[in-house]
């Protein structure tokens, strides 16, 4: 299978001058056509950070990124222009990236007037095709952001990545202010999408935000990837104390869940908090004196899992519910 | 009965459009009631009418809301004051932007306290301690000296919740109270807040967009589509036979249900109303009977607004 | 928050630099000047050998930084050079105006605050109403209107047609003898020798200039006093302070508290760049203070002045900014300890 | 019902009255300053030995100054200033202030800092007096008394500018541009600057007031003596000392003319403030209903 997207080693630091953090360490990471993967963690963890390294929006501060094969870690923004058609993004926040001024059709026109010769009426005709595929109404495309709700406002901007039929597409959290309705409509838009090829990488602060669609699940906490495997394996059998703590988290609609959880201490840190030894050592329930000192590398489970953590190898990280 | 509200209708003032299209539902003493809904469905409309907070973008133009027997919906300004807060707590969305900017934590919930009643400042003092470490929060009496902007996000919601809490009310709205917070964080809150209500035996509103939040923790349900509430019943009933089409949905595409590639669409637009059922639009099952209003089916405990609606069949 | 020590050394260090743009500034103006430079050293009618002495001792023929650097020298040195028309030193006659301005600044200050803060008030709590069209109406207007034309208004009818004030001749009557310079008030000073004549002109003197200036400074701070409660009005956390069943005085009391910060930055700035609107109200008044000086110095393109009196309002506004900043971290302190 | 339409009515008198009277007044004095000549052909240097300070009268509806011209037709043709340099100064204040406050906003980092505090430095001195030094430094000619304004508008600008400029890169805008590929330039021309304009549209009636605040002040202190004809400044100036003696007319009249021209601007510009605020900040969306 082809690997359409795929980071080697990225590191990423972020911030000016002295207050520069690292926001991600290491990372490896590929996704290959008509394949989803998903990225999960909580605020600080490097979501954003990760979703841009892919189309480099960011520079790396160390290892390479590449597209289609070829290392675009060095490639001049003036060549990056021409991919930016082929490997696109939807943003965090629907809302502030829109040009105000500007319809909903002339905002999903746009990349097909940057990337494209087509004449006016090919992209009007495209970007009609396009909206009845969104269920975005006609009515609708005439309008102005400030006149259209969150969860349309939301198709409008993946509209505007997908109107050029990328090969990657990275969303970074898309369906956090949606309901759940509208959620599941995109999800749908999305597993549609693999269907047709498109490599995707979508990240969400819960697991549960990504499962539906994601073939593979990678969790990141403090900039590090502590496990990453196939959907079903993460869901059946999380090993990394974090990674069962994130899944107890997840509200679900099983009543007989109710008050089974892992309860973490304190808070999701930032990359300013960062302690020596395992990341997530301080407020993890099942940590040793020597999780404090040594940090974990993410080390190869079976076939088809990494997780980094030092219980691992010995089989003592799964943690108890409690109640 | 703790709060009973009938048939709660509200119109915007600016244009006279009705926001709120008759509102029912009830808490109890001691349960938890999530109200649940899409944005925009009028979740947030109906906590602010209860309390009486609508103006002036707003106004109240028909129902009733019986707090422990007494209407709160005519009640005179002055006495409602004199509810909110004390007997009825309010846990609101945003939680940082909820607190004072220019008062420190402490005096805040010193003055809180000193609203509805005369207080001995050491003796408050000691309370907001109290108060603040049973919520949970470190070195309380540190962070009574700080300002809402020094706090975390999870200690700024714990402190919202014990302003809540701190005068012992009989009923507590709390609208989307971690909207925005990490999910270690959101299961934290909602724990203490579940912890709370029980202990103290204190009737809950939970309102919130999530489906999960209510099957976890509320004890009875009721969702709210475009400005009605479409179905209401105890939590285990209505997850186990959901009556109306929306609450069948909103369960089935709970992201960890949601079987990708149906093909169908859930969201949308909503329609210009016209009358009828609103759901008509989104609704797979909508028939020509489906254009005059849907009667309430069902009574008790469980019933839904809608005329395929079967309440006890499997 | 961070430590005394640093703050104010971050506040030195940004105003020595401010102080720094400021003299480049005046020194640009210097430069500009259509008449050759040494003519503003050296008076009037320099003699042409003193001319040539002054273009070397100034380094007039030196490259444009040695020249800055020199002037940097001088004005640091309280040096400002002498007024082309007096050929006196320009800071001895600045500072000897400064009490008269500072006079008419402080009461008109005062006065306007005492007209803007209600009126901006009681029209955020009015928004869309009668009183607050009213009040924005007479604000706007108060904005639009130039300076020298209220006093001129105000000269018409209370001087000219009603007699209620006394001729625009100063801060005393012409007759009268100045009494002894000792706080640089005439008011004040005619009180403190008991001179109960002086003492009522120049409070006449006063009226009609503090008038003036209070309308003005009035009417801009209603419309900043209005803006900044509203945006109270507006924010989550009064809902909330609302739902926790404060009365009407304690979300009033919530309000001003919250809107104080803004109200004070807005009048910082107002302070700052007043000396414009004080100096216009000096001409009209033939005040005798900074402002008045300054403009004279422009109209008789007395650079020296004009240079000197530039300086001295930047580095007021300065002073004022300084103060606003020191002010808000003792209010912070204040609230901390309460 | 009615009290619907009361309600709409009074939204329409927010939002409409501002800038019809704001409009109104400019076209009053643009087609009476157009039209002068035609309908009231006094000549504005004519002295009528016999008629010095004249009351106003049916021949002379604003009476006569004390070399016996029209006053009226002097105030009419003063108009032409009040048109001209804050036109002209806006010109060279937008034309100098939008790049700089363009390239510090975009560029951000030291840059940024270094013209934030130079602008800080320069927006300590009043501006009025800062512009009536530089016209008194470099001689009093029309030119110079635009380019004073001009630069101390630019000033004005180049902040204003530079602080929406950076909302808009923090908000993502200009990332977001940059993930389709859009090049920097075209972004910048096509979103931001479009954008930025009209957020500071109000902003632009309000300079062009003080700009005829600045231009009357000068002529009043006798700076700019190059515009001693009839521009209204100048004309308070030479009225004074006949107000003072109860002869008020030869400078209230042309006092009036600024104040109006000025309220005319200065409303302007608080109606297109209150429309800004209505729209709300890009992409903040409308649809949650009423304003508290």
């Given amino acids: ?323 | 009965m703790l709060l009973d509200v009938q048939d709660l209708r509200v119109e915007r003032v600016a244009d006279g459009a009705p926001a709120l299209a008759g509102v029912s539902f009830r808490v109890v003493k001691g349960r938890i009631l999530g109200l649940v809904g899409e944005h925009g469905a009028g979740k947030s409309l109906t906590a602010s009418a209860i309390l009486g907070l609508l103006r002036p973008a707003a106004r109240v133009v028909g129902g009733r809301a019986l707090f422990e027997g007494q209407d709160l919906l005519r009640m005179s300004d002055a006495d409602l004051t004199r509810l909110r807060g004390a007997r009825i707590g309010f846990v609101v969305q945003s939680g940082h932007a909820t607190l004072d900017p220019s008062t420190r934590v402490g005096a805040q919930l010193i003055r809180a306290m000193s609203i509805h009643r005369p207080i001995v400042k050491a003796e408050a003092a000691w309370r907001a301690e109290t108060i603040m470490s049973s919520m949970g929060i470190p070195e309380p009496r540190q962070r009574m000296r700080e300002w809402p902007h020094e706090l975390t996000p999870s200690t700024v919601q714990r402190v919202v919740v014990a302003l809540a809490l701190i005068n012992e009310p009989q009923l507590l709205i709390a609208d989307e109270p971690t909207a925005g917070l990490n999910i270690t964080t959101q299961m934290q809150i909602l724990d203490l807040l579940h912890l709370e209500l029980r202990r103290r035996r204190i009737g809950g509103v939970i309102i919130t967009r999530d489906l999960g939040v209510v099957a976890q923790y509320c004890d009875d349900v009721a969702v709210m589509f475009a400005g009605q509430v479409v179905e209401q019943g105890p939590v285990a009933q209505v997850f186990a036979r959901p009556a109306h089409p929306f609450t069948r949905t909103l369960i089935a595409i709970m992201p960890d249900r949601l079987a990708t590639g149906g093909g169908r669409a859930y969201g949308g637009p909503l329609p210009e109303s016209g009358g009828g059922c609103p759901y008509r639009p989104r609704c797979d099952q909508a028939a020509e009977r489906c254009a005059t209003a849907p009667p309430l089916v069902g009574a008790g405990v469980h019933a839904a607004r809608c005329h395929f609606a079967r309440i006890g069949a499997a | 928050m961070e430590r005394p020590g640093r703050f104010l050394l971050r506040l030195l260090g940004l105003a020595a630099f401010l102080i720094l743009v400021l003299m480049v500034l005046s020194f640009l103006l210097l430069k500009l000047g259509a008449a050759p430079s040494v003519v503003l050293l050296g008076g009037p009618n320099p003699l042409p050998e003193e001319q040539a002495r002054l273009v070397a001792d100034y380094g007039l023929d030196r490259p444009v930084v040695v020249q800055f650097i020199r002037y940097l020298i001088r004005v640091v040195s309280f040096d400002f050079g002498r007024s082309w028309l007096t050929a006196e030193p320009v800071l001895t006659e600045l500072l000897s105006r400064v009490p008269a301005t500072l006079e008419l600044m402080l009461y008109g200050l005062l006065a306007g605050a005492l007209i803007g803060v209600p009126v901006g008030v009681a029209a955020a709590f009015a928004r869309g109403g009668a009183e607050d069209r009213a009040a924005r109406g007479a604000a706007i207007l108060g904005e639009a209107m130039p300076p020298f034309l209220l006093c001129l208004v105000l000269l018409l009818v209370l001087f000219r047609w009603l007699d209620l004030s006394p001729a625009p001749t100063g801060r005393l009557s012409v007759v009268l003898t100045p009494p002894p310079v000792v706080t640089g008030s005439v008011f004040v000073d005619a009180v403190l020798m008991q001179d109960g004549i002086a003492a009522r002109s120049a409070l006449g003197h006063l009226i009609l200039p503090v008038l003036s200036l209070a309308l003005l400074v009035g009417a801009s701070l209603t419309l900043l006093v209005r803006s900044a409660v509203l945006a109270q009005l507006q924010t989550a956390h009064l809902a909330y302070a609302r739902a926790q069943g404060m009365s009407r005085e304690m979300l009033t009391g919530i309000v001003l508290w919250g809107a104080t910060p803004a109200i004070l930055s807005g009048l910082t700035a107002q302070t700052a760049t007043l000396i414009g609107t004080t100096a216009l109200v000096e001409f009209v008044f033939a005040w005798g203070g900074v402002g008045q000086y300054g403009l004279d110095a422009m109209a008789k393109a007395d650079f020296a002045g004009v240079q000197g009196f530039i300086l001295l309002s930047g580095l007021f506004a300065l002073l004022v900014h300084g103060f606003h900043g020191l002010l808000r971290r003792l209010v912070g302190l204040r609230i901390r300890r309460a | 019902m009615t009290a619907r339409a009361m309600r709409l009515l009074r939204g329409l008198q927010d939002r409409g009255l501002g800038v019809a009277f704001g409009l109104l007044v400019l076209a009053g004095f643009a087609a009476a300053l157009m039209m002068r000549p035609v309908v009231w052909p006094q000549g504005l240097a004519f002295e009528d030995a016999q008629r010095l300070l004249a009351f106003p009268s049916l021949r002379q509806p604003m009476g006569t100054d004390a070399n016996g011209r029209d006053v009226l037709a002097r105030v009419i043709d003063g108009a032409r200033y009040a048109f001209m340099v804050p036109l002209a100064a806006l010109v060279v204040g937008i034309g100098l202030g939008a790049p700089v406050g363009l390239a510090a906003g975009l560029r951000g980092g030291s840059l940024d800092l270094l013209l934030r505090r130079l602008l800080q430095g320069v927006g300590l001195v009043p501006p009025m007096l800062l512009a009536m030094a530089l016209v008194s430094a470099m001689g009093p000619s029309l030119w110079h008394v635009v380019v004073a304004i001009g630069l101390l508008q630019a000033v004005g600008f180049a902040r204003a500018m530079r602080d929406h400029v950076r909302a808009m890169h923090d908000s993502g805008f200009i990332e977001g541009a940059a993930a389709i590929g859009s090049p920097v330039l075209r972004t910048v021309m096509m979103h931001l600057l479009p954008n930025t304009l009209a957020r500071i549209a109000g902003e632009i009636p309000r300079q062009a007031a003080w700009a005829l605040g600045t231009l009357a002040a000068m002529g009043f202190v006798g700076i700019a003596t190059a515009t001693s004809g009839t521009e209204w400044g100048s004309m308070i100036r030479e009225g004074t000392e006949y107000l003072l003696a109860g002869q008020w007319w030869a400078a209230l009249f042309p006092g009036l003319a600024l104040l109006l021209f000025g309220a005319a601007l200065h409303t302007l510009a608080a109606s297109l403030d209150e429309r800004l605020l209505l729209r709300g900040p890009p992409g903040s969306g409308n649809s949650a209903g009423g304003r508290g």
């Fill in chain 1, 1 to 323: 299978m082809t690997v359409v997207g795929e980071l080697r080693r990225v590191s990423v630091s972020l911030g000016p001058g002295e207050r520069r953090v690292a926001a991600l360490t290491r990372i490896d990471m590929q996704v290959e056509e008509g394949r989803v993967l998903g990225v999960v963690g909580e605020s600080g963890a490097g979501k954003s950070s990760l979703a841009r390294s892919f189309l480099r929006l960011v520079a790396p501060e160390d290892g390479a990124v590449l597209f289609e094969g070829s290392d675009i870690t060095a490639t001049p923004e003036r060549r990056l222009r021409r991919l930016r058609s082929r490997m696109t993004m939807v943003f965090r926040d629907a809302t502030t990236v829109l040009d105000p001024r500007l319809t909903a059709r002339a905002l999903i026109e746009e990349p097909l007037r940057l990337h494209t010769g087509m004449g006016s009426g090919e992209r009007r005709a495209a970007v009609d095709a396009l909206a009845e595929r969104l269920r975005l109404r006609p009515a609708e495309l005439e309008r102005r952001p400030g006149e259209l709700g969150i969860d349309r406002l939301q198709l409008v901007n993946v509209g505007r990545a997908i109107v050029t039929q990328p090969r990657l597409l990275v969303l970074d959290e898309p369906t956090r202010d949606l309901d759940t309705a509208a959620a599941a409509d995109l999800l749908n838009l999305l597993a549609e999408l693999r269907t047709g090829g498109m490599a995707i990488v979508m990240t969400g602060h819960d697991i549960a935000a990504v499962q539906p669609v994601a073939d593979r699940i990678a969790v990141l906490y403090l900039g590090e990837i502590v496990e990453e495997g196939a959907t079903a394996d993460i869901l059946r059998d999380a090993l990394h104390p974090y990674t069962q703590a994130l899944l107890s988290a997840h509200l679900a609609a099983d009543l007989t869940r109710r008050g089974r959880r892992i309860r973490l201490r304190g808070e999701p840190p930032t990359p300013e908090d960062r302690t020596p030894g395992c990341g997530f050592a301080p407020r993890c329930p099942i940590a040793e004196n020597r999780c404090r000192s040594g940090a974990p590398t993410p080390n190869q489970v079976g076939t088809d899992r990494r997780v980094a953590c030092l219980r691992v190898l010995e089989g003592t990280s799964r943690i108890p519910l409690t109640r």
